[in-house]
């Protein structure tokens, strides 16, 4: 086995508990130096049966299942390249390339990939995999709304490719949406081609404390009823203090001072107006158990208002964060909170009709206590044989998504 990784071009070492995925050591780390050595160090893993993990920027490891196994783990770093078509507003991206090397290229030429990042440090084939990005979907869509084509070894070796590098290319356009968000279960990313938007001339953020939940919903649904068009409206509320809204607009300079005056009226009371996002801008922390919420749009306030209240009945506290007009939120538990706290509030979500909360990145003794990390998945039938197909020997992050895929 060792000769045959040696051969695929990548030299193998011994894991560490630094590669640790899920608390498994790995027994193999191979860093391949190009596309073709990855699809030969993942053929040889297919004919030897080995399981295979995949890395990046190494910021995702603890999101998901953990593994069932892990004999191979694959380091994607060196996969890095940024072919940018200025002119057709495309960029394709080797998987390794760090997020925030691809956005400096990009804003050079006054472009941008519009989707805000919830981690610091990750690469761009780890955002793809865990498909989650932050409160400027509302005006641009979700990361997979964003990608155009991919390149994806599958299990057994093979590069395939899906979608192409102009937007009006839609070919394979939904395998690359199988592929964004499956934490690598179903083939390993290789690169990504994304359309791009210009960078906005002009923005401004206002921002508004919200004193009760109603008031918040009154606020939110004042700016639907406004033609302010705003890139985002992101509802932040903080384990300690009354929550708030920052409503993102961006475009030209001409009109921007009426969108203003027209998102202060809808906000009420006492409001600020920045030309810059606030720091930390999408990102969540980086400790601590993690929920995504997904509910009606009309409901988000009155979600994060209920989150809340469960978490202040099972004794903890809860960060509640995200993109109120989409009914996309993220709950943050503190660090080593109760594994039975985050499962009350959990289930106390989901037995919403239309609610739903997956637990996105749990702490270890919250796997350990069996805590249900999807709840209830429709869709779950279809996923598997979707998995069947693309990995029929189960070898690609066993365990790391929905119902053990």
Request: charged share 20%.
């Amino acid at each position: 086995m060792f000769a045959d990784l040696n051969a695929a071009g990548s030299e193998p070492r011994p894991g560490t508990d630094e590669d640790a995925v899920g608390g498994l050591v790995p027994a193999l780390v191979v860093r391949p130096p190009d596309e073709a050595a990855a699809a030969r160090v993942t053929a040889v893993a297919a004919r030897h049966g080995l399981s295979a993990l995949f890395r990046g920027g190494g910021t995702a490891l603890d999101w998901g299942g953990p593994p069932r196994s892990a004999d191979l783990l694959v380091d994607t770093t060196v996969l890095t390249w940024i072919e940018h078509n200025a002119d057709d507003l495309v960029v394709t991206v080797g998987a390794g390339t760090p997020v925030a090397e691809l956005a400096d290229v990009l804003a050079e030429a006054g472009q941008r990939l519009s989707a805000d990042p919830v981690r610091s440090g990750g690469t761009v084939g780890g955002m793809v995999a865990t498909g989650v990005c932050g409160p400027r979907r509302l005006l641009y869509g979700a990361l997979r709304d964003l990608v155009i084509g991919m390149t994806v070894v599958r299990a057994d070796g093979v590069v395939t490719r899906t979608g192409g590098r102009v937007v009006k290319n839609v070919a394979g356009y939904d395998l690359a949406k199988l592929h964004t968000g499956a934490l690598g279960t179903l083939g390993l990313i290789t690169s990504v081609t994304f359309r791009l938007h210009p960078a906005p001339p002009s923005l401004r953020v206002v921002s508004a404390a919200v004193p009760s939940p109603a008031r918040g919903e009154r606020a939110v649904t004042a700016l639907r009823a406004r033609a302010v068009a705003p890139s985002a409206v992101a509802l932040d509320w903080p384990s300690e203090g009354p929550p708030s809204l920052h409503v993102v607009l961006e475009g030209m300079a001409e009109g921007m001072a009426a969108r203003v005056s027209e998102v202060r009226d809808a906000l009420g009371g006492d409001t600020v107006v920045a030309e810059r996002l606030p720091e930390g801008w999408g990102l969540v922390p980086e400790r601590g158990t993690l929920a995504l919420v997904s509910c009606p749009p009309a409901e988000s306030v009155a979600a994060a208002a209920r989150i809340r209240e469960l978490a202040g009945t099972a004794g903890t506290e809860v960060l509640v964060r995200g993109s109120a007009p989409s009914g996309s939120l993220h709950a943050v538990f503190p660090p080593a909170t109760d594994a039975a706290a985050v499962a009350e509030v959990a289930e106390g979500v989901r037995c919403r009709p239309g609610w739903s909360l997956t637990l996105l990145r749990a702490e270890p003794h919250v796997h350990a206590a069996g805590v249900d990390l999807w709840g209830e998945v429709p869709g779950l039938a279809l996923m598997r044989s979707v998995k069947d197909a693309l990995d029929p020997d189960r070898q690609l992050a066993p365990g790391r998504f929905v119902g053990g895929i």
